[in-house]
């Protein structure tokens, strides 16, 4: 049965199309990065998503989250390479991440994008990447997971995958529930300690390809993490889709090697808290790196009233830096 939706619906659909499209457009980028007043305003609103441009930063607020009891993942911010040498310098980048996770005791996952590390130069280079990676995070015992892109990637980003994984077992991977390839890849990829990330699907696809956000969606995702768990993987769900969390909550973890709830940093830090207080396992995705223009597109277009929060972070700044609001109230 086909979906309705009314009026503001659809201005928030179209407002998140016009914004994912603004993002991809490299002049409207150019001209934010050579107008010093507007990136420093922007910079303001992107400061409640990304811990900072630098690697420091992140750590610092994964080590305070950490802390807290949450887990975490830290990205280092890019995609779209086509430099080989810029290739190189983000899995240095990366490494750097790896060993200071594992040198300071925090732990965690890393992901990135393969686009970052090589795939639009060659796929022996991405390859060659992840299995440099995956030798340091397997070294450290930290987690390496591959984050999914367009759909015209996917095939190449599970093959390098999978000849990653075949060698490094703590490589995980992202599938994407819109796309209506992803309950085969899962079949066929799904077995015993898969580390598995679960998401919507932030791209904009056909609908010959994928599905719109729905009801329909929310099942196939539901599909999914049932199959995940029937086959003994280790999942993350990543959603900050209330209504859905409910219903996976509901759902038998039983046959999962473990579940784990997976939040945006910055956005809905009272879910994550809430969450944490009930006894489920809560990570926060933590980014960071100068690529931060195309990460805030992202992030107010997936849900349009964060411009307004958006607005008030460039007028304003903000009150305290967003890491406080994950710490957990005390009963009394």
């Given at each position: 049965?086909?979906?309705?939706?009314?009026?503001?619906?659809?201005?928030?659909?179209?407002?998140?199309?016009?914004?994912?499209?603004?993002?991809?457009?490299?002049?409207?980028?150019?001209?934010?990065?050579?107008?010093?007043?507007?990136?420093?305003?922007l910079q303001?609103?992107?400061?409640?998503?990304?811990?900072?441009?630098?690697?420091?930063?992140?750590?610092?607020?994964?080590?305070?989250?950490?802390?807290?009891?949450?887990?975490?993942?830290?990205?280092?911010?890019?995609?779209?390479?086509?430099?080989?040498?810029?290739?190189?310098?983000?899995?240095?980048?990366?490494?750097?991440?790896?060993?200071?996770?594992?040198?300071?005791?925090?732990?965690?996952?890393?992901?990135?994008?393969?686009?970052?590390?090589?795939?639009?130069?060659?796929?022996?280079?991405?390859?060659?990447?992840?299995?440099?990676?995956?030798?340091?995070?397997?070294?450290?015992?930290?987690?390496?997971?591959?984050?999914?892109?367009?759909?015209?990637?996917?095939?190449?980003?599970?093959?390098?995958?999978?000849?990653?994984?075949?060698?490094?077992?703590?490589?995980?991977?992202?599938?994407?529930?819109?796309?209506?390839?992803?309950?085969?890849?899962?079949?066929?990829?799904?077995?015993?300690?898969?580390?598995?990330?679960?998401?919507?699907?932030?791209?904009?696809?056909?609908?010959?390809?994928?599905?719109?956000?729905?009801?329909?969606?929310?099942?196939?995702?539901?599909?999914?993490?049932?199959?995940?768990?029937?086959?003994?993987?280790?999942?993350?769900?990543?959603?900050?889709?209330?209504?859905?969390i409910d219903?996976?909550?509901?759902?038998?973890?039983?046959?999962?090697?473990?579940?784990?709830?997976?939040?945006?940093?910055?956005?809905?830090?009272?879910?994550?808290?809430?969450?944490?207080?009930?006894?489920?396992?809560?990570?926060?995705?933590?980014?960071?790196?100068?690529?931060?223009?195309?990460?805030?597109?992202?992030?107010?277009?997936?849900?349009?009233?964060?411009?307004?929060?958006?607005?008030?972070?460039?007028?304003?700044?903000?009150?305290?830096?967003?890491?406080?609001?994950?710490?957990?109230?005390?009963?009394?």
């Open positions: 049965m086909k979906n309705t939706i009314n009026h503001e619906q659809q201005l928030a659909v179209d407002a998140a199309a016009a914004l994912k499209a603004i993002a991809r457009r490299p002049d409207i980028k150019m001209q934010v990065e050579h107008q010093p007043q507007l990136y420093a305003l303001r609103a992107a400061a409640r998503y990304v811990t900072g441009e630098q690697r420091a930063q992140a750590l610092e607020v994964a080590e305070l989250l950490h802390g807290e009891g949450y887990a975490v993942s830290l990205e280092y911010i890019g995609e779209n390479t086509v430099s080989r040498a810029d290739c190189q310098q983000a899995t240095a980048e990366l490494m750097g991440v790896l060993t200071d996770l594992g040198e300071q005791g925090i732990g965690g996952r890393v992901s990135f994008d393969l686009s970052h590390i090589g795939l639009l130069v060659d796929n022996e280079l991405a390859l060659q990447h992840v299995l440099q990676l995956g030798e340091l995070s397997q070294m450290y015992g930290i987690e390496l997971f591959i984050s999914m892109e367009e759909s015209a990637k996917t095939a190449a980003i599970l093959d390098i995958y999978r000849q990653a994984v075949a060698m490094y077992p703590l490589i995980g991977i992202t599938l994407q529930a819109h796309l209506h390839r992803t309950w085969e890849d899962a079949s066929r990829l799904l077995a015993q300690d898969t580390r598995v990330r679960f998401v919507k699907g932030a791209y904009e696809e056909p609908d010959t390809l994928a599905l719109s956000r729905s009801t329909e969606l929310d099942d196939r995702y539901v599909q999914l993490f049932e199959l995940a768990v029937e086959r003994g993987c280790r999942i993350s769900l990543a959603t900050h889709d209330e209504s859905l219903r996976l909550l509901l759902c038998s973890w039983g046959g999962a090697a473990s579940v784990e709830l997976e939040l945006l940093y910055g956005i809905r830090p009272e879910l994550g808290v809430r969450l944490r207080e009930q006894g489920y396992p809560v990570r926060v995705y933590l980014t960071y790196g100068q690529e931060w223009y195309l990460y805030l597109c992202h992030r107010i277009a997936e849900y349009p009233p964060n411009l307004y929060q958006a607005l008030i972070d460039v007028v304003g700044g903000q009150e305290q830096a967003p890491v406080m609001q994950y710490r957990l109230m005390k009963q009394h």
